[in-house]
Protein backbone atom coordinates (compact mmCIF):
# COMPACT_ATOMS: atom_id res chain seq x y z
CA UNK A 1 0.00 0.00 0.00
CA UNK A 2 2.98 2.17 0.82
CA UNK A 3 4.25 2.08 -2.90
CA UNK A 4 0.98 3.63 -3.78
CA UNK A 5 -0.45 5.64 -0.70
CA UNK A 6 1.35 8.99 -2.94
CA UNK A 7 -0.64 7.90 -6.15
CA UNK A 8 -4.14 7.65 -3.57
CA UNK A 9 -3.33 10.51 -2.09
CA UNK A 10 -3.33 12.91 -4.90
CA UNK A 11 -6.63 11.49 -6.52
CA UNK A 12 -8.27 13.07 -3.09
CA UNK A 13 -6.18 16.01 -2.59
CA UNK A 14 -6.68 17.59 -5.78
CA UNK A 15 -10.97 17.29 -5.62
CA UNK A 16 -10.30 18.87 -1.89
CA UNK A 17 -8.26 21.37 -2.98
CA UNK A 18 -10.10 22.32 -5.98
CA UNK A 19 -13.74 22.63 -3.98
CA UNK A 20 -13.17 22.75 -0.52
CA UNK A 21 -10.48 24.77 0.23
CA UNK A 22 -11.88 26.97 -2.05
CA UNK A 23 -14.52 27.49 -0.60
CA UNK A 24 -16.97 26.44 -2.99
CA UNK A 25 -18.39 23.45 -1.38
CA UNK A 26 -19.52 23.18 2.25
CA UNK A 27 -17.88 20.82 4.58
CA UNK A 28 -21.54 19.12 5.26
CA UNK A 29 -20.68 17.91 1.44
CA UNK A 30 -17.39 16.09 2.49
CA UNK A 31 -18.83 12.73 1.20
CA UNK A 32 -19.16 14.12 -2.41
CA UNK A 33 -15.44 13.74 -2.35
CA UNK A 34 -15.56 10.30 -3.88
CA UNK A 35 -18.01 11.10 -6.67
CA UNK A 36 -15.53 14.54 -7.29
CA UNK A 37 -12.23 12.46 -7.02
CA UNK A 38 -12.54 10.10 -10.37
CA UNK A 39 -12.79 13.74 -12.33
CA UNK A 40 -10.24 15.67 -10.54
CA UNK A 41 -7.92 13.21 -8.86
CA UNK A 42 -8.15 10.77 -11.98
CA UNK A 43 -6.98 14.43 -14.41
CA UNK A 44 -4.38 15.25 -11.46
CA UNK A 45 -2.94 11.94 -11.18
CA UNK A 46 -2.68 11.38 -14.97
CA UNK A 47 -1.51 14.57 -15.94
CA UNK A 48 1.42 13.78 -13.35
CA UNK A 49 2.25 10.19 -14.12
CA UNK A 50 2.46 10.96 -18.17
CA UNK A 51 4.94 14.25 -17.05
CA UNK A 52 7.00 12.36 -15.11
CA UNK A 53 6.86 9.10 -17.59
CA UNK A 54 8.33 10.91 -20.22
CA UNK A 55 11.31 12.63 -17.87
CA UNK A 56 9.43 16.45 -18.64
CA UNK A 57 8.63 19.12 -15.70
CA UNK A 58 6.59 21.88 -14.16
CA UNK A 59 6.10 23.39 -18.24
CA UNK A 60 4.44 20.46 -19.16
CA UNK A 61 2.26 20.20 -15.82
CA UNK A 62 0.98 23.45 -16.36
CA UNK A 63 0.09 23.08 -20.29
CA UNK A 64 -2.06 19.86 -19.35
CA UNK A 65 -3.28 21.50 -16.65
CA UNK A 66 -4.66 24.05 -18.82
CA UNK A 67 -5.72 21.47 -21.07
CA UNK A 68 -7.79 19.49 -18.42
CA UNK A 69 -9.59 22.67 -17.28
CA UNK A 70 -10.57 23.54 -21.23
CA UNK A 71 -11.73 19.88 -20.71
CA UNK A 72 -13.65 20.45 -17.82
CA UNK A 73 -15.06 23.73 -18.30
CA UNK A 74 -15.59 23.27 -22.12
CA UNK A 75 -16.93 19.69 -22.23
CA UNK A 76 -17.87 18.32 -18.57
CA UNK A 77 -19.83 21.17 -17.36
CA UNK A 78 -19.93 23.83 -20.64
CA UNK A 79 -19.70 26.71 -17.84
CA UNK A 80 -17.22 28.15 -20.24
CA UNK A 81 -20.97 28.58 -22.62
CA UNK A 82 -23.62 28.20 -20.75
CA UNK A 83 -25.00 31.89 -19.73
CA UNK A 84 -27.01 30.56 -16.89
CA UNK A 85 -24.80 28.21 -15.71
CA UNK A 86 -25.63 27.07 -12.15
CA UNK A 87 -28.02 31.12 -12.20
CA UNK A 88 -24.55 33.18 -11.73
CA UNK A 89 -24.78 34.52 -14.91
CA UNK A 90 -20.81 34.24 -15.39
CA UNK A 91 -20.70 35.09 -19.16
CA UNK A 92 -22.22 38.32 -18.59
CA UNK A 93 -19.43 40.53 -18.43
CA UNK A 94 -17.04 40.63 -21.57
CA UNK A 95 -18.91 37.96 -23.46
CA UNK A 96 -17.90 37.73 -26.75
CA UNK A 97 -20.48 36.61 -29.30
CA UNK A 98 -18.81 34.92 -32.07
CA UNK A 99 -16.67 32.85 -29.70
CA UNK A 100 -19.74 32.33 -27.33
CA UNK A 101 -17.70 32.84 -24.80
CA UNK A 102 -16.46 35.69 -21.80
CA UNK A 103 -13.34 36.31 -21.52
CA UNK A 104 -12.85 37.49 -17.73
CA UNK A 105 -14.40 34.38 -17.01
CA UNK A 106 -12.51 32.15 -19.39
CA UNK A 107 -9.06 34.01 -17.92
CA UNK A 108 -10.10 33.00 -13.92
CA UNK A 109 -12.23 29.84 -14.33
CA UNK A 110 -8.79 28.14 -16.62
CA UNK A 111 -6.19 29.53 -14.38
CA UNK A 112 -7.99 28.31 -11.44
CA UNK A 113 -7.86 24.86 -12.82
CA UNK A 114 -4.20 25.05 -13.86
CA UNK A 115 -2.55 26.14 -10.20
CA UNK A 116 -5.21 24.82 -7.96
CA UNK A 117 -6.79 21.58 -9.23
CA UNK A 118 -4.12 20.74 -11.01
CA UNK A 119 -0.65 21.93 -9.97
CA UNK A 120 -1.19 22.93 -6.42
CA UNK A 121 -2.10 19.00 -5.58
CA UNK A 122 0.52 17.45 -7.43
CA UNK A 123 3.24 19.65 -5.78
CA UNK A 124 1.95 19.29 -2.80
CA UNK A 125 2.07 15.30 -2.43
CA UNK A 126 5.33 15.49 -4.53
CA UNK A 127 6.62 17.20 -1.34
CA UNK A 128 4.93 14.67 0.94
CA UNK A 129 7.63 11.77 -0.70
CA UNK A 130 10.24 13.78 -2.01
CA UNK A 131 13.29 11.16 -2.99
CA UNK A 132 10.07 10.02 -5.24
CA UNK A 133 8.96 13.56 -6.41
CA UNK A 134 9.80 12.52 -10.27
CA UNK A 135 9.38 9.15 -10.41
CA UNK A 136 6.12 7.25 -11.59
CA UNK A 137 3.61 6.28 -8.89
CA UNK A 138 1.49 3.87 -10.79
CA UNK A 139 2.14 0.77 -13.18
CA UNK A 140 0.56 -0.40 -16.04
CA UNK A 141 -2.57 -1.46 -14.17
CA UNK A 142 -3.01 0.96 -11.91
CA UNK A 143 -2.59 4.13 -14.54
CA UNK A 144 -5.50 2.20 -16.78
CA UNK A 145 -7.85 2.20 -13.58
CA UNK A 146 -7.21 5.51 -13.55
CA UNK A 147 -7.78 6.22 -16.79
CA UNK A 148 -11.16 4.33 -16.27
CA UNK A 149 -12.20 6.57 -13.45
CA UNK A 150 -11.63 9.28 -15.07
CA UNK A 151 -13.58 8.96 -18.02
CA UNK A 152 -15.81 7.81 -15.37
CA UNK A 153 -15.87 10.71 -14.06
CA UNK A 154 -15.93 12.71 -17.03
CA UNK A 155 -19.08 11.41 -18.01
CA UNK A 156 -21.30 11.73 -15.19
CA UNK A 157 -20.12 15.00 -14.36
CA UNK A 158 -21.39 16.10 -18.24
CA UNK A 159 -24.64 13.73 -17.41
CA UNK A 160 -25.63 15.33 -14.25
CA UNK A 161 -25.01 18.46 -15.50
CA UNK A 162 -27.27 17.73 -18.95
CA UNK A 163 -30.12 16.54 -16.11
CA UNK A 164 -29.32 19.53 -14.54
CA UNK A 165 -29.22 22.21 -16.68
CA UNK A 166 -31.18 21.03 -20.55
CA UNK A 167 -28.33 24.06 -22.17
CA UNK A 168 -25.77 21.99 -24.87
CA UNK A 169 -23.12 23.96 -26.46
CA UNK A 170 -23.16 23.84 -30.03
CA UNK A 171 -21.17 21.46 -31.98
CA UNK A 172 -18.63 24.06 -33.47
CA UNK A 173 -17.87 24.98 -29.84
CA UNK A 174 -17.12 21.50 -28.61
CA UNK A 175 -15.10 20.86 -31.74
CA UNK A 176 -13.00 24.13 -30.89
CA UNK A 177 -12.88 22.74 -27.31
CA UNK A 178 -11.06 19.61 -28.65
CA UNK A 179 -8.58 21.42 -30.73
CA UNK A 180 -7.30 23.31 -27.87
CA UNK A 181 -7.26 20.55 -25.78
CA UNK A 182 -5.36 18.41 -28.39
CA UNK A 183 -2.64 21.58 -28.78
CA UNK A 184 -2.44 22.06 -25.03
CA UNK A 185 -1.55 18.49 -24.83
CA UNK A 186 1.28 18.67 -27.68
CA UNK A 187 2.35 21.58 -26.98
CA UNK A 188 2.96 20.03 -23.59
CA UNK A 189 4.94 17.04 -24.93
CA UNK A 190 7.15 18.46 -27.63
CA UNK A 191 8.59 20.05 -24.79
CA UNK A 192 12.06 18.28 -24.14
CA UNK A 193 12.65 16.04 -21.68
CA UNK A 194 15.40 17.61 -19.84
CA UNK A 195 18.19 16.65 -17.73
CA UNK A 196 17.80 17.23 -13.86
CA UNK A 197 20.77 18.37 -11.94
CA UNK A 198 21.40 18.45 -8.43
CA UNK A 199 21.78 21.67 -6.15
CA UNK A 200 25.31 21.13 -5.94
CA UNK A 201 25.88 21.08 -10.35
CA UNK A 202 23.54 23.95 -9.90
CA UNK A 203 25.85 25.98 -7.53
CA UNK A 204 28.91 24.87 -9.52
CA UNK A 205 28.00 25.29 -12.65
CA UNK A 206 26.27 28.89 -12.78
CA UNK A 207 27.33 32.40 -11.54
CA UNK A 208 25.14 34.62 -10.22
CA UNK A 209 22.37 35.93 -8.01
CA UNK A 210 21.02 32.73 -5.71
CA UNK A 211 17.54 31.97 -5.76
CA UNK A 212 15.79 34.20 -2.94
CA UNK A 213 14.48 32.55 0.08
CA UNK A 214 11.47 30.38 0.34
CA UNK A 215 9.65 32.82 2.39
CA UNK A 216 10.05 35.45 -0.09
CA UNK A 217 8.64 32.98 -3.06
CA UNK A 218 6.01 31.24 -0.55
CA UNK A 219 4.70 35.18 0.15
CA UNK A 220 4.90 36.12 -3.48
CA UNK A 221 2.62 33.45 -4.58
CA UNK A 222 0.58 34.23 -1.84
CA UNK A 223 0.20 37.58 -2.90
CA UNK A 224 -0.51 36.53 -6.75
CA UNK A 225 -2.63 33.78 -5.69
CA UNK A 226 -4.91 36.30 -3.45
CA UNK A 227 -4.40 39.45 -6.19
CA UNK A 228 -5.67 36.86 -9.30
CA UNK A 229 -8.95 35.41 -7.12
CA UNK A 230 -9.90 38.98 -5.71
CA UNK A 231 -9.97 40.68 -9.44
CA UNK A 232 -13.53 42.25 -9.63
CA UNK A 233 -15.40 41.32 -11.83
CA UNK A 234 -18.59 43.51 -12.23
CA UNK A 235 -16.67 46.27 -13.94
CA UNK A 236 -16.20 46.60 -17.46
CA UNK A 237 -14.69 43.64 -19.17
CA UNK A 238 -11.08 45.25 -20.15
CA UNK A 239 -10.30 45.41 -16.21
CA UNK A 240 -10.52 42.09 -15.23
CA UNK A 241 -8.98 41.11 -18.20
CA UNK A 242 -5.86 43.04 -17.72
CA UNK A 243 -5.19 42.32 -14.31
CA UNK A 244 -5.55 38.84 -14.57
CA UNK A 245 -2.96 39.10 -17.49
CA UNK A 246 -0.66 41.26 -15.75
CA UNK A 247 -0.77 39.12 -12.89
CA UNK A 248 -0.44 36.08 -14.55
CA UNK A 249 2.63 37.74 -16.58
CA UNK A 250 4.22 38.83 -13.68
CA UNK A 251 3.73 35.60 -11.67
CA UNK A 252 5.27 33.44 -14.43
CA UNK A 253 7.84 35.45 -15.74
CA UNK A 254 9.42 36.20 -12.05
CA UNK A 255 9.09 32.57 -10.88
CA UNK A 256 11.07 31.57 -13.94
CA UNK A 257 13.62 33.70 -13.65
CA UNK A 258 13.75 32.65 -9.62
CA UNK A 259 13.83 28.82 -10.79
CA UNK A 260 16.84 29.04 -13.21
CA UNK A 261 18.74 30.72 -10.28
CA UNK A 262 21.52 28.74 -8.72
CA UNK A 263 20.32 27.85 -5.14
CA UNK A 264 16.57 27.12 -6.81
CA UNK A 265 15.56 24.07 -4.63
CA UNK A 266 12.13 21.82 -3.94
CA UNK A 267 11.51 24.19 -0.86
CA UNK A 268 11.12 26.79 -3.26
CA UNK A 269 8.46 24.43 -5.16
CA UNK A 270 6.79 23.70 -1.85
CA UNK A 271 7.04 27.13 -1.13
CA UNK A 272 4.80 27.94 -4.09
CA UNK A 273 2.89 25.64 -3.89
CA UNK A 274 2.50 26.40 -0.09
CA UNK A 275 1.13 30.11 -0.90
CA UNK A 276 -1.19 29.51 -3.77
CA UNK A 277 -2.64 26.92 -1.54
CA UNK A 278 -3.07 29.71 1.60
CA UNK A 279 -4.46 32.11 -0.94
CA UNK A 280 -7.38 29.79 -1.65
CA UNK A 281 -7.54 28.99 2.19
CA UNK A 282 -8.10 32.79 2.61
CA UNK A 283 -10.51 33.60 -0.26
CA UNK A 284 -12.86 30.59 1.68
CA UNK A 285 -13.69 33.37 3.98
CA UNK A 286 -15.60 35.48 1.00
CA UNK A 287 -16.06 32.59 -1.09
CA UNK A 288 -20.21 31.91 -1.55
CA UNK A 289 -20.42 28.07 -1.14
CA UNK A 290 -23.06 26.93 -4.14
CA UNK A 291 -24.80 24.82 -1.40
CA UNK A 292 -26.64 27.51 1.30
CA UNK A 293 -25.60 26.89 4.89
CA UNK A 294 -25.42 28.48 7.62
CA UNK A 295 -22.38 31.11 8.44
CA UNK A 296 -21.07 28.81 11.63
CA UNK A 297 -21.09 25.31 9.62
CA UNK A 298 -19.32 27.60 6.30
CA UNK A 299 -16.91 29.40 8.88
CA UNK A 300 -16.09 26.10 10.63
CA UNK A 301 -15.41 24.36 7.03
CA UNK A 302 -13.36 27.15 5.98
CA UNK A 303 -11.40 26.83 9.33
CA UNK A 304 -10.58 23.44 9.25
CA UNK A 305 -9.84 23.32 5.70
CA UNK A 306 -7.80 26.03 6.26
CA UNK A 307 -6.07 23.91 9.03
CA UNK A 308 -5.57 20.87 7.15
CA UNK A 309 -3.82 22.66 4.28
CA UNK A 310 -1.49 24.55 6.79
CA UNK A 311 -0.64 20.65 8.71
CA UNK A 312 -0.27 19.18 5.22
CA UNK A 313 2.41 22.40 4.18
CA UNK A 314 4.16 21.75 7.65
CA UNK A 315 4.82 18.21 6.78
CA UNK A 316 5.71 18.33 3.53
CA UNK A 317 8.21 21.16 4.36
CA UNK A 318 9.63 18.94 7.16
CA UNK A 319 10.24 16.06 4.83
CA UNK A 320 11.73 18.18 2.09
CA UNK A 321 13.85 19.96 4.89
CA UNK A 322 15.01 15.84 5.93
CA UNK A 323 15.24 14.49 2.39
CA UNK A 324 19.12 13.88 1.01
CA UNK A 325 20.24 16.52 -1.88
CA UNK A 326 18.43 15.54 -5.10
CA UNK A 327 17.12 16.96 -8.10
CA UNK A 328 16.30 20.60 -9.17
CA UNK A 329 13.50 21.70 -11.52
CA UNK A 330 13.56 24.49 -12.74
CA UNK A 331 9.50 25.54 -13.77
CA UNK A 332 10.86 27.24 -17.29
CA UNK A 333 11.64 24.60 -20.35
CA UNK A 334 14.91 23.78 -21.16
CA UNK A 335 16.70 22.35 -23.89
CA UNK A 336 19.09 19.77 -22.71
CA UNK A 337 17.80 16.45 -23.87
CA UNK A 338 19.27 13.63 -21.74
CA UNK A 339 17.59 9.94 -21.28
CA UNK A 340 18.76 10.03 -17.79
CA UNK A 341 15.94 12.02 -16.06
CA UNK A 342 16.20 10.57 -12.63
CA UNK A 343 19.65 10.99 -10.52
CA UNK A 344 17.91 9.81 -7.61
CA UNK A 345 17.77 5.77 -6.78
CA UNK A 346 14.65 4.94 -9.02
CA UNK A 347 11.81 3.43 -7.60
CA UNK A 348 9.72 0.73 -9.52
CA UNK A 349 6.20 1.86 -9.78
CA UNK A 350 3.22 0.07 -8.17
CA UNK A 351 1.26 -2.34 -10.27
Known sequence: MRRVAPAVGLFFTAPLVAEFLLGNLPITLLVGLVFLAPLYGGGA???????RRTGRGWPSILL????YGVFEEGITTQSLFNRNYVGAHLLDVGYVPALGIAVPWTLAVLALHTVWSISVPIGLVEAMVPQRRTTPWLGKV???VTGVLFVFGSVATTAMQIARDPFVASVPQFAGVAVVVVALVVAA??????RAVTST????REVGRRAPSVWLVGGFALVCGSAYRLTPDHTAAWVPVVMMAAIAGVAVTT???WSRRPGWEPRHQLALVAGAALA???????ETPILPVSTTVDRAGDVFFGAAAVLAIAVAARRTRQAPAGVTESVAPTGNASPHRFPTHPQQPAP
Not at 64 to 67: F, Q, R, S, V
Not at 189 to 194: A, D, G, M, N, S
Not at 201 to 204: G, I, L, W
Open 45 to 51: LLVREFV
Open 64 to 67: LGLA
Open 142 to 144: GLT
Open 189 to 194: FLIRPH
Open 201 to 204: ESSV
Open 255 to 257: VTY
Open 280 to 286: YALHAFI
